[in-house]
């Protein structure tokens, strides 16, 4: 079946740093990829996708590449500000002839900016 | 264009009850996803319907159910509550078969079961 991976953390940095939240997936198709972000007491939110191999997902200064040869979708920012703070998700959908498919997604990972 | 909403965002039920949770799309959209969400599984898919008919569903028991009326809004029902069913309950919709199935969350349901 599909599975994501990703980092759990927390991860904790400092406000202005670089950031990468690394994802892998597992799928027996071509799927969409995904990430979202949830912020304390809320739904998810979708940050970014792609859709194909090589497209890269940008928002709010985030961005993601599909690597399809290396299956992952690694999350970044230059320089992240302590409103980023947050559990990012990544999650695939892979098509199928029935109907829409559940997203599956990561554990999630915790980000944590200081100031 | 208002996102997609579920009520009641606050829910408190004892073992043994049932709890039926709601969901309304963002206009247009026809397919409405359920989730669970707890610190331990993380996020699972429950059930998918489109033109109100279930099209996929997750590895859930029978206790779970779901329906979705002509416009589009969408109930789940959770029988015989377990102390386990404890979770936030998460409604999202998409504009599928249109795009990538990139979905739209709501706020979600907390249900507390005691």
């Known amino acids: 079946g599909n599975s994501v991976t990703q980092m759990e953390g927390p991860v904790t940095l400092s406000e202005e740093a670089f950031l990468t939240i690394n994802c892998t997936y597992t799928a027996t198709g071509y799927p969409s990829l995904f990430w979202y972000v949830q912020y304390p007491g809320e739904g998810l939110q979708l940050l970014l996708k792609?859709?194909?191999?090589?497209d890269k997902g940008s928002n709010k200064g985030f961005e993601a590449t599909y690597r399809k040869e290396t299956t992952s979708f690694h999350l970044e920012k230059g320089s992240v500000q302590v409103s980023d703070s947050a559990v990012y998700f990544c999650a695939l959908s892979e098509g199928s002839g029935g109907g829409a498919d559940g997203l599956t997604f990561g554990k999630g990972t915790h980000l944590i900016i200081q100031p | 264009k208002a996102g997609v909403t579920q009520t009641p965002r606050y829910l408190i039920k004892t073992r043994g009850q049932q709890v039926t949770l709601s969901c309304s799309p963002i206009s247009g959209h026809r397919s409405v996803s359920w989730y669970q969400q707890t610190p331990g599984q993380g996020l699972q898919f429950l059930f998918e319907?489109?033109?109100?008919?279930?099209?996929n569903k997750g590895n859930f028991p029978g206790r779970f159910s779901g329906r979705q009326f002509s416009n589009s809004r969408s109930e789940m029902n959770v029988s015989t509550l377990e102390l386990g069913d404890s979770a936030l309950y998460l409604c999202a919709s998409s504009l599928w078969p249109q795009g990538a199935n990139e979905q739209y969350f709501g706020p979600g349901t907390r249900l507390t079961v005691t």
């Open positions: 792609a859709t194909k191999a090589d």
């Open positions: 319907y489109f033109s109100e008919t279930q099209r």
